[in-house]
């Protein structure tokens, strides 16, 4: 009896049957637990992606400087050229009138016990020498005497053909060397020179590109413009900072 149940036993297991049971030790096998939530998730963002800015970077400061004069010079006799900080406005409706030129002449303390500035109209030393050479019998000498006044006037301001910074002076007629030799010597001393004034105010005057206008630059010489001569005591060319001696070329 024992045997037939062995053999029957063996025909199970050479059939294939597989039986199901537990392994050992008494490991559980059960399939059913949870799902293991420890691995990398799918939706973070990757570190090595670059977003783009949400906000547009902060305006520049605004332009609270105005401009201001830096240089004034010839290019020929009768055309002037004027330097400034910055790119200024189109300067074609720029009334003429607010530019005038000076002789300017300092003097220290004398015997009045004061200083005191001078300004002349130019006109007064651009004028043609004329020299004649006379012989009376034996006697001959070249005087010299000098011709009428010729004005110094600004007639237009015109922009520059090329720098934004920079705007031309035309003036009514060409200065001459007896002009350049009285500003010359005053400017190698020191003591003045040839200069421009330039008064504001108003709608048609020097401005940068947004508005802000150019300062005054000895605006009494400007204003009292019939007078001739104007002094200052106990002052060295006032509201002429910097002094800025126009360089003469002739």
């Not at 637990?33 to 090595?48: E, F, I, L």
């Not at 012989?135 to 070249?142: E, N, P």
């Given at each position: 009896?024992?045997?037939?149940?062995?053999?029957?036993?063996?025909?199970?297991?050479?059939?294939?049957?597989?039986?199901?049971?537990?392994?050992?030790?008494?490991?559980?096998?059960?399939?059913?637990?949870?799902?293991?939530?420890?691995?990398?998730?799918?939706?973070?963002?990757?570190?090595?992606?670059t977003l783009s800015p949400t906000t547009d970077p902060p305006p520049p400061p605004p332009d609270n400087t105005p401009p201001a004069l830096l240089d004034v010079e010839f290019l020929d006799p009768q055309i002037l050229r004027l330097t400034f900080t910055e790119a200024i406005a189109p300067v074609e409706q720029v009334n003429p009138k607010r530019f005038r030129l000076s002789v300017g002449n300092y003097l220290l303390p004398d015997y009045y016990g004061y200083s005191r500035t001078l300004y002349f109209d130019p006109a007064q030393f651009n004028a043609t020498n004329?020299?004649?050479?006379?012989?009376?019998?034996?006697?001959?000498?070249?005087?010299?005497?000098?011709?009428p006044p010729t004005p110094v006037e600004v007639i237009d301001v015109l922009p520059d053909a090329v720098n934004p910074a920079q705007a031309v002076l035309l003036l009514a007629q060409p200065i001459l060397p007896s002009l350049c030799s009285t500003?010359?010597?005053?400017?190698?001393?020191?003591?003045?020179?040839?200069?421009?004034?330039?008064?504001?105010?108003?709608?048609?005057?020097?401005?940068d590109t947004v508005g802000l206008p150019l300062a005054p630059r000895g605006k009494t010489w400007v204003v009292q413009v019939n007078d001739q001569q104007l002094q200052v005591n106990d002052a060295q060319f006032p509201e002429l900072s910097p002094l800025l001696p126009v360089p003469c070329p002739l």
């Open positions: 009896m024992l045997g037939l149940r062995i053999d029957h036993l063996a025909a199970l297991a050479g059939g294939g049957l597989v039986l199901g049971g537990c392994p050992g030790g008494g490991q559980d096998t059960d399939t059913d637990t949870d799902t293991d939530t420890s691995g990398t998730d799918s939706s973070t963002t990757d570190p090595t992606t004329y020299c004649d050479y006379n012989c009376y019998d034996y006697d001959c000498y070249y005087p010299c005497y000098q011709g500003a010359n010597s005053l400017s190698a001393e020191g003591r003045g020179g040839l200069l421009l004034h330039y008064a504001d105010g108003g709608a048609a005057q020097i401005t």
